[in-house]
């Protein structure tokens, strides 16, 4: 049972490329998000999936897409990276059925943008 | 939206000593309040939360209280070792009828330095 994983752990891109991180979890979760962190600001919710085929944004959504693949998958996309867009990023689920409501994170993907 | 204010950013004590984190939250909707513990380099990991039908919740040396009517949030830690050592976030969240659940609303972090 691996819980929430990512990829890449770590990735380095040009003004302007383009890349998908990849978050895949094993719990049969039904809810998935992605959140960035920055020093000193917390973590802030990109967007969320709170079941298959859904999808809603959160605070930071803006050049940002992602797809629900499946209740396992959910990436994020960057569609034209910025340095702003420089931070970590976190996936997580939970089992929103659940009265716990607890949430799992991956080990982040550290993400450059020059 | 959800607003969440955490103070102090920084708290430093004596090896021993208690450890008490503050918040408060903007939206009376919020009903889970979990804390995060974040070591360097690693992901958040939950150490203790509590719903909003519940004034107080303890776990050993950690403890939670919740004000709904003041909208704030208290995490206590007792007898601190080195180890609790970390950035410490407090969070808010919703459970919004008919939208399953919703994203977590977090504080901007403490980080809790423990002197031997």
């Known amino acids: 049972n691996a819980g929430v994983t990512q990829t890449p752990k770590f990735q380095v891109l040009k003004t302007g490329q383009s890349m998908t991180l990849q978050c895949a979890q094993d719990m049969n979760h039904n809810s998935m998000y992605w959140y960035r962190q920055d020093p000193g600001m917390g973590l802030r919710l990109i967007y969320y999936s709170a079941s298959e085929g859904t999808t809603d944004k959160g605070e930071v959504p803006n050049g940002y897409n992602v797809s629900r693949l499946n209740k396992r998958e959910f990436s994020l996309r960057l569609e034209s990276a910025a340095p702003s867009q420089t931070s970590v990023y976190f996936c997580a689920s939970s089992e929103a059925s659940q009265p716990t409501y607890e949430q799992y994170f991956g080990p982040g993907t550290r993400l450059t943008v020059t | 939206g959800e607003n969440v204010e955490q103070h102090p950013s920084t708290l430093s004590v004596q090896e021993g000593d208690s450890a008490v984190i503050k918040c408060t939250y903007s939206d009376s909707a919020s009903n889970y309040f979990p804390w995060y513990k974040q070591e360097l380099g690693k992901r958040p990991q939950l150490i203790i939360d509590?719903?909003?039908?519940?004034g107080e919740k303890k776990d050993q040396r950690i403890a939670v209280t919740l004000n709904k009517t003041a909208k704030h949030f208290s995490l206590h830690i007792t007898e601190t070792q080195p180890e609790d050592s970390a950035v410490y976030f407090c969070a808010a969240a919703g459970w919004y009828s008919g939208g399953g659940a919703d994203g977590l609303t977090f504080g901007k972090g403490t980080h809790l330095i423990i002197q031997p």
């Open positions: 509590i719903r909003s039908n519940v």
